[in-house]
T-cell receptor
Framework: GESVGLHLPTLSVQEGDNSIINCAYSNSASDYFIWYKQESGKGPQFIIDIRSNMDKRQGQRVTVLLNKTVKHLSLQIAATQPGDSAVYFCAEKLKYIFGTGTRLKVLA | NAGVTQTPKFQVLKTGQSMTLQCAQDMNHNSMYWYRQDPGMGLRLIYYSASEGTTDKGEVPNGYNVSRLNKREFSLRLESAAPSQTSVYFC???????????FGDGTRLSIL
């Protein structure tokens, strides 16, 4: 994890609980978003994507919600597991990845 | 293992030295990308290649050059390294030019 920001917002969640990670964007014309997971010492890993013509998309244990009115994305992880511990961040098309992400810590 | 392979994994350079970071993917993807990741800055796009034979600048291209050698390989070159280029560099690929889907594990570069 030494490659990401030193002052990441951190979300601590009890194992088995649901996690909600939030992301704000600024460009109202943005039409495609991706959520990534980055484990310590690894490159980002694609989790799920969503187009702007959708409000919600579900994957395996993950759901992404898109609120275009307030330019906000959220990633929901159901039944959080220790293996979900990582830094999560959202991205828009070919631009830089928003901010430094959110560190998710899963408590046993 | 299928995926994106970056070499080297670690490198220390002196200011002014040159260096080429190598990247190869075996997924037959059309698009490839180079990012840098710095503390407090997230990931920033340096260059990308939408398809073989094309390259375009990203957000922070100054001080870098790229070569899309063939469909598999996309290299990043630092002609005269500067301490500000100390970072972790990630190569990525995707089937189409929309957003990278597969990343390598990074090259950790320190410039003294």
């Amino acid at each position: 994890g030494e490659s990401v920001g030193l002052h990441l917002p951190t979300l601590s969640v009890q194992e088995g609980d649901n996690s909600i990670i939030n992301c704000a964007y600024s460009n109202s014309a943005s039409d495609y978003f991706i959520w990534y997971k980055q484990e310590s010492g690894k490159g980002p890993q694609f989790i799920i994507d969503i187009r702007s013509n959708m409000d919600k998309r579900q994957g395996q244990r993950v759901t992404v919600l898109l609120n275009k009115t307030v330019k906000h994305l959220s990633l929901q992880i159901a039944a959080t597991q220790p293996g979900d511990s990582a830094v999560y961040f959202c991205a828009e098309k070919l631009k830089y990845i928003f901010g430094t992400g959110t560190r998710l810590k899963v408590l046993a | 293992n299928a995926g994106v392979t970056q070499t080297p994994k670690f490198q220390v350079l002196k200011t002014g030295q040159s260096m080429t970071l190598q990247c190869a993917q075996d997924m037959n993807h059309n698009s490839m990308y180079w990012y840098r990741q710095d503390p407090g800055m997230g990931l920033r796009l340096i260059y990308y290649s939408a398809s073989e034979g094309t390259t375009d600048k990203g957000e922070v291209p100054n001080g870098y050059n790229v070569s899309r050698l063939n469909k598999r390989e996309f290299s990043l070159r630092l002609e005269s390294a500067a301490p500000s280029q100390t970072s972790v560099y990630f190569c990525a690929s995707s089937e189409y030019s929309r957003q990278p889907q597969h990343f390598g594990d990074g090259t950790r570069l320190s410039i003294l």
